[in-house]
């Protein structure tokens, strides 16, 4: 006798493709979805069926957007002289949830991997060097990941953009707020002092 309903056991399946989503957990929101009502369960399918509808690529920075420019990038506001170049969508969301870089972003859509498949081509770097090439930019703020895809992205980068021309600065790197140095690992700790910067 089969313990789950087959349905129920596919909606588990489904939500176990999603990110950091193991069985336990996809079973736990698969009857979560199950006791609430109806009327909740469509709305939530419907939001899902008309996500890829709805959302595009900004055709200048290529973040997920409704409109094209995206909201960051028709704000007149905003330094579009500075670029901050991201390896995701959702590094976008965690510099801007600080509210202290002002300029615009340029989104890779990934990092180099040669290992996968992943080389210049797969990336959004042609976009990116299109915008170099135009005179749009004057500065560039590199904030690829401090992992070995990352750097080695921004070593490419780093490579590219010099012989462009145009300013090039990375995100400092380092040892994070109220963490006490004698736990810093010594690869965190080199970036650290590396990274130092005068005080003022």
Known sequence: MQAVPPALEQLIRDLTRLPGIGRKTATRLA??????????????????AGLHESIRLCSSCFAFSETDPCAICGDGRRNHRLLCVVEEPGDLLAIEKTASFRGVYHILHGVLS??????PD???????????????????????????????????????????????????????????????????????????????
Do not use: N, W
């Open 31 to 48: 009857l979560f979805l199950l006791r609430r009502p109806a009327s909740e369960a469509r709305r939530l399918a419907d939001d899902l």
């Open 114 to 119: 040669p290992m996968d498949g992943i080389g």
């Open 122 to 200: 797969e990336l959004k770097t042609r976009e990116l060097f299109a915008r170099v090439g135009r005179g749009e930019v004057d500065e560039i703020l590199l904030a690829t990941s401090s992992t070995v895809p990352g750097e080695a992205t921004a070593s490419f980068l780093v490579d590219r953009l010099q012989k462009m021309g145009v300013k090039v600065t990375r995100l400092a790197c380092g040892i994070p707020m109220g963490m006490d140095i004698k736990y810093a690992d010594e690869h965190t700790l080199a970036r650290a002092i590396e990274s130092r910067q005068p005080m003022s």
